[in-house]
């Protein structure tokens, strides 16, 4: 099997997705350098700058981002909330720049945590420009891909500011985030860590050499399934699997051009009105949790919808259900699922941990479906009627004063 996803590069150059497959099939390596670039002086630089303040219960951190960035930030939200006594919230650059004065309170200190490939958005600048303006005592931690974005480096010599620069490489050529995104998610988990780094780094090693195998196992089966004519997509998530099923949606969108239509919503939500999606056309995939008490939830939903078979086709994507468990998941689902188990490392991995190894699948999926489809999945819309890096934003002032 040819390792970029089972095309040779002479095949992806021709159809426009060279960039879009090497920026899928480079995760883990790209993990790696993450890894390695946050050596003990970059630990006790992030420790000095968020530690002392993270643990204070009246102050405010909001994860931000547009699309796919903020998506990034709702996958991490809960389990950084969990962790420190600060209040944590995700927000995306889109809403807080049209309604600051629903988050931002003049006397409360608010750490602006921006997920930014490029960090050339418009609402990326705005919205540190937005904090700066209606907060007394603002920080910015800065997740970025770009060391030539405006994000870095009209920040970086700041006092309040901390630039978290990834992997060069992780910068997409291509116009939807792969590897950017994975890259960044990871980079915040391990940021905001409150386990030993020794512990925190095996583990991105462990999720690196996970990849590896389930690029090469999946590629195939993805490839595959990607002939089928599904117009139809829904993915589903639970918890932190709600942000991935999100993200999951959008690639398919994007790199489709729209010809492929997607939705994603939570196991239980999915049942109050939104199943009415499905269809004999529908392609439904599940991200089934790692939390035992979440997968029943999970298994029920999956066993509802085999039982009706109006969906055309239902699939699982992460863990094989645990030896001894009750869920009947992996018996009640057809041929096809894509499952795997982990290691010891990752064994006791919460969802928003794993959560990269499944959007491998999501990833792979869209680019094959786009190929089909006769696109460029590199850029998928020619015509310029969507940008890789947003255009045609205007930033209207925000003069009212922030009541509470």
């Not at 003990?40 to 968020?50: D, H, R, T, V």
């Not at 051009?257 to 109050?272: I, Y």
């Not at 994507?317 to 982990?342: H, K, M, Q, T």
């Not at 999926?365 to 020619?382: C, I, K, M, Q």
Request: hydrophobic content about 45%; proline content about 6%.
């Amino acid at each position: 099997m040819n390792p970029l996803l089972t095309r040779s590069r002479d095949d992806w150059q021709a159809q426009g997705g060279l960039s879009t497959a090497e920026e899928i099939a480079q995760q883990p390596m790209v993990w790696r350098e993450l890894a390695q670039s946050l050596g003990p002086a970059q630990q006790a630089a992030l420790a000095a700058f968020l530690e002392a303040w993270l643990r204070e219960p009246s102050h405010q951190v909001i994860l931000t981002g547009a699309g796919s960035s903020a998506y990034c930030g709702e996958g991490v939200v809960d389990e950084i909330n969990r962790l420190w006594p600060a209040q944590v919230r995700a927000v995306p650059t889109t809403s807080l720049i049209s309604h600051p004065a629903l988050y931002l309170r003049r006397d409360q200190p608010t750490l602006l945590v921006s997920f930014a490939r490029s960090g050339n958005s418009p609402e990326s600048l705005g919205a540190v420009d937005l904090v700066r303006q209606l907060v007394d005592q603002p920080r910015f931690l800065n997740i970025t891909c770009n060391a030539d974005g405006a994000l870095f480096s009209r920040n970086g010599a700041k006092r309040d500011s901390f630039n978290l620069l990834m992997p060069a490489r992780s910068c997409d050529r291509g116009f939807a985030m792969t590897s950017s995104f994975t890259c960044m998610q990871l980079a915040a988990l391990l940021a905001f860590g409150r386990d030993s780094w020794d512990a925190r780094l095996a583990r991105v090693e462990a999720l690196a050499t996970q990849a590896e195998r389930l690029l090469r196992d999946w590629a195939a089966p993805l490839a595959a399934l990607a002939q089928e004519p599904f117009a139809r997509l829904v993915y589903l998530g639970s918890g932190p699997l709600e942000a991935l099923a999100k993200e999951s949606a959008l690639k398919i969108l994007e790199l489709t051009c729209g010809h492929v239509l997607a939705f994603a919503n939570t196991c239980l939500g999915f049942r109050h009105g939104p199943k009415s999606i499905l269809n004999e056309n529908t392609l439904v995939m599940v991200f089934p949790s790692s939390d035992a008490h979440v997968r029943k939830f999970d298994a029920d939903l999956v066993a509802e919808l085999q039982r009706e078979g109006v969906a055309g086709r239902v699939l699982q994507v992460g863990l094989v259900a645990p030896a001894g468990s009750d869920s009947p998941a992996d018996l009640i689902a057809p041929a096809g699922n894509l499952l795997c188990s982990v290691g010891a490392e990752l064994a006791a991995a919460d969802d928003c941990w794993l959560a990269p190894l499944w959007l491998l699948a999501a990833q792979q999926y869209a680019l094959h479906r786009s190929a089909a489809l006769g696109l460029t999945p590199d850029n998928p819309f020619p015509d310029g009627t969507v940008n890789r890096v947003v255009q045609g934003v205007t930033l209207h002032a925000y003069v009212a004063a922030v009541q509470h």
